[in-house]
């Protein structure tokens, strides 16, 4: 493997490798063989595999990352070894950070390469040559330099602070050209980066002054911006402790909603996307049901476009899990608009579980009946493969039959002709069991009355 061939030319370290096996054999034998092994025998153990683990592996690294392999553009023009922390400086040029502001701090105001007088000292992380030195590392079957490792752990330096800080100043301040350029770097940080989600965590103004280019009326005015800012909404709600933050900060739900229906695709994709996932706790359940959010997504839904379509059903779906955002949803237009989709055979799995939810709201079993829901449903029970949409598909069913005693006529017409119910009551999953059982001792029920009567 790659990762010893660079040790084992070193006599010194080999000595040192065969001597720790060695040790470990022993040590091993031991604790194997004896039944009651000292203590510290197994703390031995552990400290000699440890030390051979460093030889064979960080020093390994260490000597791959100096080595005259490493391509000349991943290697900091200051130090001459690859860049564990790249970072642009105004002039243009990367840099490893612990190298520039070492420069810095000395006291120039310069580029290092260029001798460009700098214009400010704030240093922008450069996260495609980051990216391009980590698909480096892993090709060669090297670990992730120290700083990179940092980042994914949220480690949020001095550094970062103040570009953030400067990143917020540009969209507060600057031209419609520097808040986009604030807000589109905004938006790659806190994609990849949970130390930025993190930082709009600490301040109550963070957020608020992330929407200031985004004037209520007026948000679509520059559709990139607009697009760069919400998506920036969306990574930030990613995070656990921003979603109560971020849907509680006044301006954002009204601003996503109003991108549910402006801007470029991909600003209403995500605009749902960040609802679905604020939605995630059931107080932000409640409060963008209230804001009235259910019905510009389901205008979204009804528009049908391919790329926002599984983001709309996913917030809707979470939404409706609390009651009384069914009885907004079904109030908004949502079944006609659902049933007309299944119909269509599009994204049927996801809507039959939006639907299976409504159906227990009295006005949504009604529309169903008025829409002609039983057929398709019944279609879709004898044309399906997938177990869960028979489910769902006999859950609703089944709400038809208890609160509609009029479409009952048309379950035991297909019962009649293809035994639709009875197979599923046999071969479905448990609750398909139940509910198609349910349907049957419902229409046994109402043929005993009629011939009662």
Same mark, same amino acid.
């Given at each position: 493997?790659? @990762?010893?061939?660079?040790?084992?030319?070193?006599?010194?370290?080999?000595?040192?490798?065969?001597? +720790?096996?060695?040790?470990?054999?022993?040590?091993? @034998?031991?604790?194997?063989?004896?039944?009651?092994?000292?203590?510290?025998?197994?703390?031995?153990?552990?400290?000699? #595999?440890?030390?051979?683990?460093?030889?064979?592996?960080?020093?390994? !690294?260490?000597?791959? +990352?100096?080595?005259?392999?490493?391509?000349?553009?991943?290697?900091?023009?200051?130090?001459?070894?690859?860049?564990?922390?790249?970072?642009?400086? $105004?002039?243009?040029?990367?840099?490893?950070?612990?190298?520039?502001?070492?420069?810095?701090?000395?006291?120039?105001?310069? %580029?290092?390469?260029?001798?460009?007088?700098?214009?400010?000292?704030?240093?922008?992380?450069?996260?495609?040559?980051?990216?391009?030195? =980590?698909?480096? %590392?892993?090709?060669?079957?090297?670990? !992730?330099?120290?700083?990179?490792?940092?980042?994914?752990?949220?480690?949020?330096?001095?550094?970062?602070?103040?570009?953030?800080?400067?990143?917020?100043?540009?969209?507060?301040?600057?031209?419609?050209?520097?808040?986009?350029?604030?807000?589109?770097?905004?938006?790659?940080?806190?994609?990849?980066?949970? =130390?930025?989600?993190?930082?709009?965590?600490?301040?109550?103004?963070?957020?608020?002054?992330?929407?200031?280019?985004?004037?209520?009326?007026?948000?679509?005015?520059?559709?990139?911006?607009?697009?760069?800012? *919400?998506?920036?909404? #969306?990574?930030?709600?990613?995070?656990?402790?921003?979603? @109560? +933050?971020?849907?509680?900060?006044?301006? /954002?739900?009204?601003?996503?909603?109003?991108? #549910?229906?402006?801007?470029?695709?991909?600003?209403?994709?995500?605009?749902?996307?960040?609802?679905?996932?604020?939605?995630?706790?059931?107080?932000?359940?409640?409060?963008?049901?209230? =804001?009235?959010?259910? &019905?510009? #997504?389901?205008?979204?839904?009804?528009?049908?476009?391919?790329?926002?379509?599984?983001?709309?059903?996913?917030?809707?779906?979470?939404? %409706?899990?609390?009651?009384?955002?069914?009885?907004?949803?079904?109030?908004?237009?949502?079944?006609?608009? *659902?049933? @007309?989709?299944? &119909?269509?055979?599009?994204?049927?799995?996801?809507?039959?579980?939006? !639907?299976?939810?409504?159906?227990?709201?009295?006005?949504?079993?009604?529309?169903?009946?008025?829409?002609?829901?039983?057929?398709? +449903?019944?279609? *879709?029970?004898?044309?399906? $493969?997938?177990?869960?949409?028979?489910?769902?598909? /006999?859950?609703?069913?089944?709400?038809?039959?208890?609160?509609?005693?009029?479409?009952? &006529?048309?379950?035991?017409?297909?019962?009649?002709?293809?035994?639709?119910? $009875?197979?599923?009551?046999?071969?479905?999953?448990?609750?398909?069991?139940?509910?198609?059982?349910?349907?049957?001792?419902?229409?046994?029920?109402?043929?005993?009355?009629?011939?009662?009567?």
């Amino acid at each position: 493997m790659a @990762k010893t061939g660079v040790v084992e030319t070193d006599p010194t370290v080999v000595a040192k490798v065969a001597e +720790l096996k060695k040790e470990l054999k022993r040590l091993v @034998k031991i604790i194997v063989e004896e039944d009651e092994s000292r203590t510290e025998t197994f703390d031995q153990a552990i400290e000699a #595999l440890s030390g051979l683990k460093d030889l064979k592996y960080k020093k390994s !690294l260490s000597l791959k +990352l100096d080595a005259t392999a490493c391509p000349e553009q991943f290697r900091c023009p200051l130090s001459n070894k690859l860049m564990r922390d790249p970072v642009i400086v $105004s002039s243009g040029q990367t840099y490893d950070r612990p190298f520039i502001e070492k420069w810095l701090k000395e006291g120039n105001r310069t %580029c290092p390469q260029t001798q460009q007088v700098l214009s400010q000292t704030v240093l922008t992380p450069n996260l495609l040559v980051r990216d391009m030195i =980590s698909q480096w %590392c892993k090709n060669q079957g090297i670990e !992730l330099p120290d700083s990179f490792r940092d980042a994914q752990e949220e480690g949020i330096t001095q550094s970062d602070r103040e570009y953030f800080e400067s990143l917020l100043e540009g969209i507060l301040s600057g031209s419609v050209s520097e808040q986009t350029k604030a807000a589109k770097q905004l938006r790659q940080l806190t994609k990849r980066m949970p =130390s930025f989600r993190a930082l709009f965590g600490e301040s109550l103004d963070a957020i608020p002054q992330l929407l200031v280019p985004l004037t209520p009326g007026q948000a679509s005015l520059h559709p990139d911006l607009q697009e760069d800012v *919400i998506t920036t909404v #969306l990574n930030l709600s990613i995070h656990d402790s921003n979603k @109560k +933050l971020v849907a509680e900060t006044p301006e /954002v739900i009204p601003l996503l909603m109003e991108s #549910l229906t402006s801007g470029t695709i991909e600003t209403r994709s995500n605009a749902a996307a960040a609802l679905f996932t604020l939605s995630a706790l059931d107080s932000n359940k409640a409060l963008i049901g209230k =804001s009235g959010a259910l &019905k510009p #997504l389901i205008n979204l839904l009804d528009e049908g476009h391919p790329l926002a379509m599984k983001d709309v059903a996913s917030a809707i779906f979470n939404l %409706c899990i609390m009651h009384e955002n069914k009885a907004r949803a079904v109030n908004d237009g949502a079944v006609k608009v *659902i049933l @007309k989709k299944i &119909k269509n055979h599009i994204l049927v799995d996801e809507l039959l579980a939006i !639907l299976a939810m409504l159906s227990s709201h009295q006005k949504a079993v009604d529309e169903m009946g008025d829409l002609g829901a039983v057929q398709c +449903l019944l279609s *879709i029970i004898r044309e399906s $493969s997938c177990g869960r949409n028979k489910e769902n598909c /006999v859950a609703i069913l089944y709400s038809i039959c208890i609160n509609d005693r009029t479409k009952c &006529k048309e379950i035991r017409a297909e019962e009649s002709a293809h035994g639709t119910i $009875s197979q599923l009551a046999k071969n479905g999953t448990s609750r398909a069991k139940r509910k198609a059982n349910g349907i049957l001792e419902r229409l046994k029920k109402t043929a005993a009355n009629t011939h009662t009567a």
